[in-house]
């Protein structure tokens, strides 16, 4: 099984920088890609940003020249730098992970979510 810790939400001013990171752990054999989702009250999640296997980025156009995505491999680790934070960027933020992963009786893909983190732009 695998599992996705986040940290590094919290409340800062409009302007403002936050850095969250994302570490899995278990029976991890390969990690295929990396993403941070939002969800805002009354709203659907969507999709942040996402790393592939590869360095292939792709972002929301919400947040395209204000967030970085970037994953260290050797930690099983995702970041995503969020700078000039806007009050619409409040919200939940989940980290995902598309992971190949050791099970009791072979491999098995798996798509794994993290228990999120909050966080919040004041104006």
């Known amino acids: 099984q695998v599992q996705l810790v986040e940290s590094g939400g919290g409340l800062v001013q409009a302007g403002g920088s936050l850095r969250l990171s994302c570490v899995a752990s278990?029976?991890?054999?390969?990690?295929?890609?990396m993403a941070w989702y939002r969800q805002a009250p009354g709203e659907q999640r969507e999709l942040v940003a996402q790393i592939r296997t590869g360095g292939v980025t792709n972002y929301a156009d919400s947040v395209r020249g204000r967030f970085i995505i970037s994953r260290d491999n050797a930690k099983n680790t995702a970041y995503l730098q969020m700078d000039n934070l806007k009050p619409e960027d409040t919200a939940v933020y989940y980290c995902?992970?598309?992971?190949?992963?050791?099970?009791?009786?072979?491999?098995?893909?798996?798509?794994?979510w993290g228990q999120g983190t909050q966080v919040t732009v004041s104006s």
């Open positions: 278990g029976t991890i054999i390969s990690i295929n890609a």
């Open positions: 995902n992970a598309e992971t190949k992963a050791r099970i009791f009786n072979g491999i098995q893909r798996q798509n794994t």
